[in-house]
């Protein structure tokens, strides 16, 4: 696709994880649905890119593609998937399963269904340890108690006996992020880390995410539909609409100025900003189905800019000016505004 | 009870009653205490081990009023109550000790009748429009349901017309009557679940995180179709939430529970932008500044130790002090007592040690990393 832009920074040193061309395709009784469309990104080491979008928007199909965790029903139909400048999607399975951990690893949502609640979380922990670097049992229960406590566990000892449903949601997520980043990942995919969590508990593991990157260098990938989230953590941020990116840029720069009319209907239905009581503008409409996307721009139904042009050729993510990249034909007109 | 007799009347006379009530209700649009709350309590028997079981203590005293028309918007974490007091605030549940007056009514000694009819004035919003709604009913019975229960509000030829109009009033069209909640987006479906709550014109709605199941742009929709609602017809709102900043849009008041108990109250504004208890200072500085928020929240993010106690084995004293950063010996051994801001009579906090308006300079509380 000419001007095919790749959000993130210019690639070359430090680029930790590249993303093109990636699609995913769903089979379902009616056929296969594209749900997952072109989407391209990078992170370099030490810093955090977001994906942000609504439910449905593939952000978290994206990372399981990444990840190589896609459900049977999925398939990579297309793209390339680069740790350290390696295609990952090329690997046999065996090699694949071997960066599982030391290059790439993936915290979940939902850390309860996340662990095994068979086993203690010291020998869940134990685990990496024991597979990749073959420690001894007693060296590895060691290593997964420093982790426990590395992660702010309480008695990492005595708690490393317990099992799952024993530690509070906090905990868990605690648990889940001590277990991804044991083998100092280079790249962590966080979907949606802290949705599940109370706030006061959510900014404890937000601060444990960006602690981590910190210390490791890791690039950090986080999907979540929470723009507050990635005003204060991310440093790149690419907006996902209907499988697809429609905007990426530095965060301080998208949010300031954004040059799709998604990423700006997005920002104006925040309450926060809005006298109270007002009407908040809000976007029309809701998101097309994966399995019907319209021809043309898939935001077009619910654009205040959309005209006959948007029905019939699609807008590519094309550069903007340094760093970003928009998918909308129209894109001066916000940018002017 | 003479008042019973009184709600008696009404519901024999609910079509006229209805109209009078309107306009009574428009005239009077943030009036007097439509719902007050006194020192309820609630506690919950939880199986522990085989050997017996323990108290789990939702509620502890909780003081809440709703006047007429307005929001009050009710925050806090998992676990502190707020789903309880919805449930009690509708009856759904009988507290253990403390009162209940509606319109100086106490809906628990209603029979019959009487209960019916203060059941229509109190209406409920839940939280996730995909399990509320029966897959197996149109958008058109599940607005006129809840008229069989209440049989003489709405003439049968009048329904019809009725269901349209209330369609339309949420948003959504007149055909949309004949359509099945599995057709609608998320979003049209909380649309369903407030014009249900509507159907029986009540002058209460709890909405139970109404919105926190909505993408954010759907999200703006339905806050919009409440506020227009609240602005025609004059409903009050219990606004429950845990999201800070879709509460301070929608909220005439506030109320900020933990661990069973309502620990600073006021106008929205007051406690949003000066809040006096600890608690509510961590919350408000621990959620994540959208990209638009004004800059006058707390300058420094206040991270609390560890997590929300147990409600079956809560702390002595101030229940938040074993994370609380001022906590002093007498947080231990007294229950604070709401104490009126200096400059607030109306802005109530629970705390031996509340933050002082000097506190909120450059640094706002002593943070801890």
Redesign the interface.
């Known amino acids: 696709m000419n001007g095919q832009a790749t959000p993130g920074t210019a690639a070359g040193n430090g680029t930790a994880l590249e993303v093109r061309d990636l699609s995913v395709e769903l089979s379902t009784p009616q056929g296969p649905v594209r749900v997952v469309r072109d989407v391209g990104f990078e992170v370099r080491s030490g810093q955090t890119l977001a994906l942000l979008g609504e439910s449905g928007c593939g952000k978290s199909m994206t990372a399981q593609a990444v990840a190589g965790l896609l459900d049977p029903v999925a398939e990579v139909t297309d793209g390339q998937v680069r740790l350290q400048g390696r295609d990952i999607l090329r690997l046999r399975r065996s090699d694949r399963r071997s960066l599982a951990g030391p290059e790439l690893a993936m915290v979940f949502q939902d850390a309860l269904t996340a662990l095994n609640p068979v086993y203690t979380v010291g020998s869940q922990l134990a685990e990496p340890f024991r597979i990749h670097e073959r420690a001894s049992r007693r060296a590895a229960k060691e290593k997964a108690v420093e982790l426990m406590e590395r992660v702010g566990i309480p008695e990492p000892r005595l708690r490393a006996k317990a099992f799952p449903h024993q530690f509070s949601g906090g905990m868990r997520q605690r648990l889940l992020i001590a277990m991804a980043v044991a083998l100092r990942p280079s790249v962590l995919l966080a979907d949606e880390p802290t949705t599940a969590l109370d706030v006061t508990v959510q900014a404890q593991i937000m601060e444990l995410l960006a602690e981590l990157r910190r210390e490791t260098r890791m690039a950090l990938v986080l999907i979540t539909h929470d723009l507050a989230v990635v005003a204060e953590q991310a440093d790149q941020v690419a907006v996902m609409y209907s499988g697809t990116i429609v905007e990426s840029g530095p965060v301080a720069e998208v949010f300031a100025a954004p040059r799709h009319p998604y990423t700006r209907g997005l920002l104006d239905s925040v309450p926060a900003g809005h006298p109270r009581g007002s009407v908040l503008p809000s976007i029309q409409g809701s998101p097309p189905r994966p399995a019907a996307v319209p021809a043309g721009c898939a935001f077009r139904a619910r654009c205040p800019l959309a005209r006959d042009r948007c029905a019939t050729d699609e807008p590519p993510l094309t550069d903007t000016g340094p760093g970003r990249a928009s998918a909308c034909h129209y894109w001066k007109e916000l940018a002017d505004a | 009870m003479p008042d019973t007799a009184d709600t008696a009347g009404t519901a024999q006379t609910a079509g006229t009653a209805d109209t009078v009530g309107t306009a009574d209700r428009a005239g009077t649009a943030t009036g007097g205490p439509l719902l007050q709350a006194r020192g309820l309590t609630k506690t919950f028997r939880v199986p522990r081990s085989a050997s017996g079981s323990t108290r789990l203590h939702a509620l502890d005293g909780v003081d809440l009023t709703v006047r007429r028309g307005e929001t009050l918007g009710l925050v806090g974490?998992?676990g502190c109550g707020k789903s309880t007091l919805a449930r009690v605030l509708l009856m759904l549940e009988r507290p253990d000790a403390g009162t209940l007056r509606y319109d100086g009514v106490d809906p628990f000694a209603l029979r019959g009748r009487s209960l019916l009819a203060w059941r229509r004035r109190v209406q409920m919003v839940f939280q996730d429009p995909f399990a509320s709604l029966n897959p197996r009913m149109s958008a058109g019975e599940l607005i006129a349901e809840p008229w069989r229960s209440h049989p003489d509000l709405v003439p049968r030829a009048e329904r019809e017309r009725r269901v349209h109009e209330l369609l339309e009033k949420v948003g959504l069209r007149a055909a949309d009557a004949r359509r099945h909640p599995q057709e609608f987006?998320?979003?049209?479906r909380q649309r369903i679940g407030i014009a249900r709550a509507l159907a029986l014109d009540p002058e209460v709605i709890v909405c139970d995180e109404p919105v926190s199941a909505l993408?954010?742009?759907?999200?703006?929709?339905v806050?919009?179709v409440l506020?227009?609602l609240q602005a025609e017809l004059g409903v009050a709102y219990v606004f429950i939430s845990?999201d800070?900043?879709?509460v301070?849009?929608?909220?005439d008041r506030v109320a900020v529970m933990y661990l069973g108990r309502v620990v600073e109250s006021g106008p929205?504004?007051e406690v949003f932008t000066a809040p006096r208890h600890p608690y509510t200072a961590?919350?408000l500085s621990?959620?994540?500044?959208?990209?638009?928020?004004?800059d006058d929240g707390p300058s420094r993010?206040i991270?609390?130790f560890g997590?929300?106690p147990s409600p079956t084995d809560p702390p002595s004293g101030c229940r938040f002090r074993t994370r609380c950063w001022k906590a002093e010996q007498v947080c231990a051994t007294a229950v604070p007592a709401d104490e009126p801001a200096p400059d607030g009579p109306q802005h109530l906090a629970a705390c031996h040690l509340p933050i002082q308006p000097s506190d909120r300079g450059g640094s706002r509380a002593a943070a801890h990393e």
């Not at chain 2, 993408?215 to 929709?221: E, G, K, N, T």
């Not at chain 2, 621990?286 to 004004?294: D, G, K, L, N, V």
């Open positions: 974490e998992s987006s998320g979003g049209q993408d954010l742009s759907v999200q703006a929709q806050l919009n506020t227009e845990h800070l900043p879709v301070r849009h929608m909220a929205a504004e961590s919350l621990a959620a994540p500044r959208p990209p638009t928020a004004q993010r991270v609390l997590e929300v």
